[in-house]
Each structure stands twice: as C-alpha cells, then as structure tokens.
C-alpha cells in the first residue's frame, strides 16, 4: 500500500497539485526503512518528490529537512555515483531555494552542474531542468545577468544533445532566459514576447492547453506587455491564465 501511495505522490505532483502530493508522500514514507542499495536509492528518489512538493507549499525548513534525508541514503548507499550525487545536490539547492537562501542554494546549484558535467552518461532531461531551476532561482535572488548565462547554457546543452525544437525540455529554458534576459535590457520586448510565445507554443504542442507551468508563461508574457503600454493584449492573457488555473 505504502509503494503505491508514494507512486501516487510523484503523479500528483507532476500534475501540480503539490497539497494532495505532500500528504500522500507523508502516509507512503512513514515509518520506511530500505533494506538493500536498490531499496535506498528508489526511498531517495520518493523524498526528493516529497521534498519537493514542500518547497512548493513554502514549507522550506521540512522541505530542506527531506531533502537531507535523502542525500544521506546517497552518500550512504552510492557514495561513489555521480548520478545520485548530482540529483542530492539538486534536490539540496531547491530546498535552499524555498528558504530564501541565495547563497547556500547558489552552492549547492554550482555542484550539482559541476557533477553533472563529471557524467560519463548526462541525464539529459533532469540537466536541462536543473539548468531551468537554476535560472529561475537566480532570478529570484536578483541576480539576472547570471540567470541569463544559466539559461543559454541550458539551451546549449540541449541543442549539443540534438533535441527536437518541440522538446517540452525547452520551453521552461525559453521561459527563464526571457525572464533574466528582460530585468537587465538585455532582451527587447520583442526578444522577450517571442520566447515566451515559443515556450507556450512548445507546451501546448507537447503537453496541452493547461497546466500551472503554463499559467507562469502566460502571466509572464502578460507583464512584459502591460509594462510596455500593451494593456488590451495583456488583458486578454490574463483572462487565459484565469482559464488555465481554474
């Protein structure tokens, strides 16, 4: 019963409902404890869903309590794998990320790219996200010119790996270089709205007319616009985000 529940946690989350997702991961890890390797490692990948589901519900000092959980069954069980070290310092940085820390977080975002370059085989999706999460949470911290570079490595690194254009992987990379890009004038209104248009593109294209991440673009898109005097147009998108989080 406990596996399902914590399978069910990660479909919840990926669906975006992160309340539902942290309370079934709470009742699909109580009390578990693995028996061999295989066991910890797929235990790790759970509380990093479940870590992550708290950092989206603000709950950061659980979120980063998780995530610590987590890397120590890493270092415990694969102390040796780039690939676990990688996706514990991922996970640590998010936590970081949903306290606020920018200089903790910023630590733990620099070593996990650093360890992602170390890969003898690139996890190629959970890079490229990493590189969107990054960007995104320097922005967050203000920092935009490095936000910026983030996200063009990001794109670099899925371009080098020959992705097709309507790859889901770059429509959130778009998304945050077109954020960075815009705060510091480095991206016109054009360069920024045609990112944006493109990431939304790639998204219903590939995932659907629906979802929160597409609500972000939309709502993004719409305060470029209303900041550069397009108030009908921006209007108009405020109305389809309205649509796509109801």
């Given at each position: 019963?406990?596996?399902?529940?914590?399978?069910?946690?990660?479909?919840?989350?990926?669906?975006?409902?992160?309340?539902?997702?942290?309370?079934t991961?709470?009742?699909?890890?109580?009390?578990?404890?693995?028996?061999?390797?295989?066991?910890?490692?797929?235990?790790?990948?759970?509380?990093?869903?479940?870590?992550?589901?708290?950092?989206?519900?603000?709950?950061?000092?659980?979120?980063l309590?998780?995530a610590?959980?987590?890397?120590?069954?890493?270092?415990?069980?694969?102390?040796?794998?780039?690939?676990?070290?990688?996706?514990?310092?991922?996970?640590?940085?998010?936590?970081?990320?949903?306290?606020a820390?920018?200089k903790?977080?910023?630590?733990?975002?620099?070593?996990?790219?650093?360890?992602?370059?170390?890969?003898?085989?690139?996890?190629?999706?959970?890079?490229?996200?990493?590189?969107?999460?990054?960007?995104?949470?320097?922005?967050?911290?203000?920092?935009?010119?490095?936000?910026?570079?983030?996200?063009?490595?990001?794109?670099?690194f899925?371009?080098?790996?020959?992705?097709?254009?309507?790859?889901?992987?770059?429509?959130?990379?778009?998304?945050?270089?077109?954020?960075?890009?815009?705060?510091?004038?480095?991206?016109?209104?054009?360069?920024?709205?045609?990112?944006l248009?493109?990431?939304?593109?790639?998204?219903?294209?590939?995932?659907?007319?629906?979802?929160?991440?597409?609500g972000?673009?939309?709502?993004?898109?719409?305060?470029?616009?209303?900041?550069?005097?397009?108030?009908?147009?921006?209007?108009?998108?405020?109305?389809?985000?309205?649509a796509?989080?109801?």
């Open positions: 019963r406990q596996s399902i529940q914590r399978m069910l946690g990660h479909l919840y989350l990926s669906l975006g409902e992160s309340e539902v997702a942290a309370t991961f709470d009742a699909g890890l109580k009390n578990v404890q693995p028996r061999n390797r295989d066991e910890a490692l797929a235990l790790a990948m759970d509380l990093d869903g479940h870590a992550s589901a708290l950092a989206t519900l603000e709950r950061g000092k659980d979120s309590a998780t610590q959980q987590a890397n120590a069954l890493r270092t415990r069980f694969a102390p040796d794998d780039a690939k676990q070290r990688f996706l514990g310092q991922r996970q640590l940085a998010i936590a970081h990320g949903s306290l820390d920018c903790q977080g910023d630590v733990h975002w620099k070593q996990a790219l650093a360890t992602a370059d170390s890969m003898a085989t690139p996890l190629v999706a959970d890079i490229a996200d990493a590189h969107a999460a990054y960007a995104q949470f320097l922005y967050a911290c203000g920092e935009y010119a490095r936000g910026l570079q983030v996200s063009a490595d990001g794109l670099g899925v371009d080098g790996r020959r992705l097709p254009a309507l790859s889901p992987l770059r429509a959130n990379l778009l998304w945050v270089k077109a954020m960075n890009g815009h705060a510091i004038g480095k991206l016109s209104v054009a360069d920024t709205e045609a990112l248009r493109q990431a939304i593109a790639i998204h219903e294209k590939t995932i659907g007319a629906g979802g929160a991440q597409l972000e673009f939309h709502s993004t898109l719409g305060t470029v616009l209303q900041t550069s005097g397009r108030l009908p147009e921006a209007l108009v998108l405020g109305d389809i985000q309205a796509i989080d109801h």
